[in-house]
């Protein structure tokens, strides 16, 4: 997986962010799912790309492989360590908007 990411990425071009992670979310095998999300977090780190919002989409793929059904009811723990790590890596305002806690508080988002 990540020399598809190497490869596929190399120049660092945002457009083809978006399309990786679209692929992640369609990848079915979370094992895969995960090494292919951090090996594009890895490279988003390379060109110094943390603050895009093609980075908040891969903490939205994580969210949503993090929530199927088949991800929470089976032992996926070693697929779920990676994908906790990089869920981690999340910074906070993100974090509380994705995961917010307590589960289900609600708040208002203002854009000034």
């Known amino acids: 997986m990540s020399e598809f990411v190497d490869f596929y990425y190399d120049n660092g071009d945002l457009k ?32 110094d790309q943390l603050r895009t919002h093609e980075c908040f989409a891969i903490f939205t793929a994580v969210k949503f492989l993090m929530s199927q059904d088949n991800f929470s009811t089976q032992d996926y723990s070693s697929v779920r360590s990676p994908l906790e790590k990089l869920k981690a890596k999340t910074p906070r305002c993100l974090r509380l908007l994705l995961w917010p806690e307590p589960a289900g508080a609600n708040f208002i988002v203002i854009n000034k």
């Not at 992670?21 to 890895?42: E, F, H, M, P």
């Open 16 to 47: 083809k962010a978006d399309l990786l992670v679209s692929v992640a979310r369609n990848i079915y095998y979370y094992g895969a799912a995960q090494l292919y999300l951090t090996s594009l977090y890895k490279k988003m780190v390379e060109f």
